[in-house]
């Protein structure tokens, strides 16, 4: 079985786009197919893919690249690598500063054309993936969060303090009487008392 087709009813395997063929073709040509997870070799992938898809007619039909942009996400997800519109429009080869004027409304009908509605879908998912995989990894990646920041705009909330949550704000003495002591003791009389 290949690793990118699917089983019909009759169970017949088959390729659901050009591109996943290529990619079949690719790995089976890998002498250590775990190597795809690796990130330079999946970038040959696309330039791959990029090499040996049937070009493009145009890049009028938004649908099209959609279509294409949805494949690639899945490529991403499978094997494991974050998506950018660069590696995307590597893969379709396109300029990625095409897809960024798509984005800035610079191409024709302005920020409300089909185009760069779609551009900016997928800027906003790239970016959704990024977020994702900070929120979910085991402590932090300053490389990732710089992307974050300088790609997708984003930034970081201050933490809220918790006088800012409750409204309260309370004395070592209003502690103490809430808790029923008529004083905390000093910390530093006690060598043997507990530091938080």
């Not at 898809?53 to 996400?73: A, E, G, Q, R, S």
């Not at 998912?125 to 992307?147: H, W």
Request: net charge negative; charged share 25%; hydrophobic share 35%.
């Amino acid at each position: 079985m290949k690793d990118n087709t699917i089983t019909t009813v009759d169970g017949v395997e088959v390729y659901t786009s050009q591109i996943t063929e290529i990619v079949d073709r690719y790995i089976s040509d890998l002498e250590d197919k775990e190597s795809i997870y690796d990130y330079t070799v999946f970038t040959d992938m696309l330039l791959s893919i990029s090499d040996n898809m049937t070009p493009l007619n145009n890049y009028n039909d938004i649908t099209v690249l959609d279509n294409l942009f949805n494949i690639y996400k899945r490529l991403c997800s499978k094997y494991r690598v974050l998506p950018t519109l660069y590696d995307f429009s590597m893969m379709i080869n396109i300029d990625p500063s095409t897809i960024t004027s798509w984005i800035n409304g610079d191409y024709r009908g302005g920020p409300t054309s089909p185009h760069s509605k779609t551009a900016k879908k997928w800027k906003q998912y790239c970016a959704g993936r990024l977020a994702s995989n900070l929120s979910n990894s085991k402590g932090t990646d300053a490389n990732k969060i710089f992307i974050a920041k300088a790609a997708y705009g984003m930034a970081e909330t201050k933490a809220v303090e918790q006088e800012q949550i409750t409204g309260a704000r309370k004395t070592v003495e209003q502690i103490a009487q809430d808790i029923g002591v008529d004083q905390l003791e000093d910390q530093d009389a006690d060598e043997s008392s507990f530091d938080f």
